[in-house]
């Protein structure tokens, strides 16, 4: 059967690459810029380098000892050529070293906004035409023979960039405030999760309590991925990855009961302390709490809620151990698993349960915070791709049509 296409708009053209406008063009990347790799010098040779890095940026006496022609002063775009970096784009300032790892241009066959250019360059999905052999690579070859939706119009060009870039600066300063948040979150868990800064009305001593003396605690199963009649039920089932999610409200998994009691999975009630027993990987010792009632893994261990503490004050706590809670391990040098008896014999420190409650409640705030600027940030991100799709290719003008001031041909 046909499919029938979309009628292309007065004004634009239907090309390889697209519908674009009618005074855009479908250029090859050969034919904006001819790209070379950068020196032969391995950037593994420059001390404090990461070796995946295809720009190391100096400053100041950092270039000494390189020849001026050895390095790129000028903004300069820059295609990771190998590795994990390979087919990225990046925009440096320099003074830069391009190493054996990049890809730049070194012959510009026209005038174009560079910011533009390394915009178009990024959409231009690299990493879905970099060689697929056992080394990833994107050659001078794949590069020049990629084509993409061109405007000659330096003016469009600079208004693209601007807009994105605007875009750009709004999601480095949620960066920078959400990182801040974070610092000032983990200086509050210090303060107030040890007892050195106490809050208002609240005084007393603090005792030292294993988990095991308070609560208990369990682990969970996984029903036979054999039997079918074990799956797709109406039982929420949580495996360890889902610990990421930190404050549990649902998980992908679903198990019949059948599945329930013939396994050694277990209901548990909403509000356990839940912690990743297994692994080399970040699971092992990642700390969440369940929101609703569900089951788990054999790789998370559960700690149940009762009326002497709160629970909110129990995960934070042990939340903010995330690095002790690795060390204790049954296996030799904390390589090997957590396990229920590691669990119960924790310490954690324990103020009144009002002021325990007192606590959580500022630490939940703060979290609350975090995930509402990372959420604004998120769909920050998503709006800047909504705008490179209409803005690179020309779906949305922010220059009129054949606007010929700034219109430069090569």
């Not at 649902?250 to 050694?264: A, F, I, Q, Y």
Request: charged share 20%; hydrophobic share 35%; aromatic share 6%.
């Amino acid at each position: 059967m046909d499919v029938k296409q979309s009628p292309v708009p007065d004004g634009y053209k239907q090309t390889d690459v697209g519908v674009i406008p009618e005074d855009w063009e479908v250029v090859h990347i050969g034919s904006i810029a001819s790209f070379s790799s950068g020196s032969g010098i391995s950037v593994a040779s420059l001390q404090g380098e990461s070796s995946d890095n295809p720009v190391p940026v100096f400053g100041g006496n950092g270039v000494a000892g390189f020849t001026n022609r050895s390095i790129l002063r000028e903004p300069t775009v820059v295609v990771g050529r190998v590795g994990q970096k390979c087919g990225e784009i990046y925009l440096t300032f320099g003074p830069a070293w391009i190493t054996d790892n990049a890809l730049y241009p070194r012959v510009k066959h026209c005038k174009y906004d560079i910011h533009f250019f390394a915009l178009a360059l990024n959409s231009a999905g690299l990493n879905d035409v970099k060689n697929r052999n056992d080394l990833p690579l994107v050659t001078q070859t794949i590069l020049h023979s990629v084509q993409i939706p061109w405007t000659r119009n330096v003016e469009e060009q600079t208004a693209i960039a601007t807009a994105l870039s605007d875009v750009d600066s709004l999601l480095d300063a949620l960066d920078r405030l959400i990182a801040k948040k974070r610092d000032l979150k983990q200086a509050a868990m210090q303060q107030l999760l040890t007892g050195q800064k106490r809050l208002p009305g609240f005084g007393g001593e603090w005792e030292v309590k294993r988990i095991g003396t308070f609560t208990d605690c369990t682990a969970g199963g996984t029903p036979s991925t054999l039997v079918p009649s074990y799956w797709g039920g109406s039982i929420p089932w949580m495996n360890s990855g889902e610990l990421n999610l930190k404050l549990v409200e649902d998980v992908d998994g679903r198990v019949t009961e059948k599945g329930l009691n013939n396994s050694s999975t277990k209901m548990i009630p909403r509000k356990c302390v839940l912690i990743g027993l297994a692994g080399q990987g970040k699971t092992r010792g990642t700390v969440a709490m369940n929101l609703t009632e569900l089951c788990t893994n054999q790789s998370i261990a559960a700690i149940f809620p009762n009326s002497s503490f709160a629970p909110e004050y129990l995960y934070h706590n042990l939340d903010a151990r995330y690095d002790e809670l690795r060390e204790l391990s049954s296996g030799d040098g904390g390589r090997g698993g957590l396990n229920l008896t590691i669990i119960k014999a924790i310490e954690v420190a324990f103020p009144p349960l009002s002021e325990q409650t007192a606590i959580a409640a500022i630490l939940s705030d703060m979290d609350a915070e975090l995930s509402a600027l990372e959420q604004r940030r998120d769909k920050t991100r998503a709006i800047k791709q909504g705008m490179m799709q209409e803005l690179l290719t020309g779906k949305t003008r922010l220059v009129p049509p054949n606007h010929s001031e700034g219109s430069a041909h090569g």
